[in-house]
């Protein structure tokens, strides 16, 4: 006999429209979410925003179980989701936060949520540069945080500008250091929606970001 798969749980909060727990648990132990049981309990959910969640601590998301996964609706009705991980203010200056969203969790989280148009990955270190993972993120972005992010470079902006070139309109990708060149930043000259960059603590030159408001006259 095969093993028996528990159900996802019922919808429990049917009308919950939108959660913010950024900065909560600062004092506790890492938090844990279930990406899958959450989108289970509230599937209309359209605003989701875990911007420093666990504070020093950061937080985990409980492991992928297959059978759920593929189970699980997603998020349908996401606009707006926000995963970002602040910097640590200490003597030293600004030091880098937990954050555990890889590629994959990220999909878990946003990959049946054809309506977003806003994400934060500010602090997100650990994304894998896959692909296969950001072409099924299909939606219509408008806007993209990739302050201090493995995506904030050159080859990132390559794959960003394919995806959303047609869309995307606030894009910031500063504190990436030499991980952003003029080779990168060439990338975005067709994105024609494009009306505000951020583009500070980047190796780009400014010979670079001429050739880009030459590109893109109504850039800020």
């Known amino acids: 006999a095969g093993v028996a798969v528990a159900p996802l749980p019922a919808v429990l909060l049917p009308h919950l429209r939108e ?3 950024s900065h909560s648990g600062r004092i506790s132990s890492r ?20 911007n420093g969640l666990g504070g020093v601590f950061g937080w985990f998301a409980h492991p992928a179980d297959q059978t759920e996964a593929a189970m699980s609706a ?31 969790l990220l999909l878990r989280m946003c990959g049946r949520s054809p309506l977003l148009h806003t994400l934060d990955l500010s602090g997100c270190y650990q994304l ?15 806007e993209l945080r990739l302050n201090r992010c493995t995506l904030g470079c050159d080859e990132g902006l390559q794959l960003i500008s394919h995806l959303y070139c047609d869309t ?18 060439a990338n975005l000259h067709n994105c024609r929606m ?9 190796a780009v030159s400014l010979q670079g970001l001429r050739a880009l408001l030459v590109a893109l006259p109504g850039l800020e």
Not at 31 to 50: G, I, K
Not at 77 to 102: D, H, K, W
Not at 128 to 142: H, I
Request: charged share 20%.
């Open 194 to 202: 494009l009306r505000v960059l951020e583009l500070s603590g980047t």
């Open 168 to 185: 995307l309109e606030h894009l910031e990708v500063g504190s990436n250091g030499g991980s952003l060149t003029d080779a990168g930043l």
């Open 19 to 21: 959660v913010d727990l």
């Open 74 to 104: 997603g998020w349908p009705r996401l606009r707006v989701c926000e995963l970002a991980s602040p910097p640590l203010q200490s003597l030293s200056g600004l030091q880098r936060n937990q954050s555990c969203v890889t590629s994959s």
């Open 31 to 50: 938090m844990r979410l279930w990406p899958e049981r959450f989108q289970a309990a509230a599937p209309s959910l359209e605003v989701l925003r875990l």
């Open 128 to 142: 894998e540069l896959v692909p296969d993972v950001f072409r099924s993120l299909r939606c219509p972005m408008k």
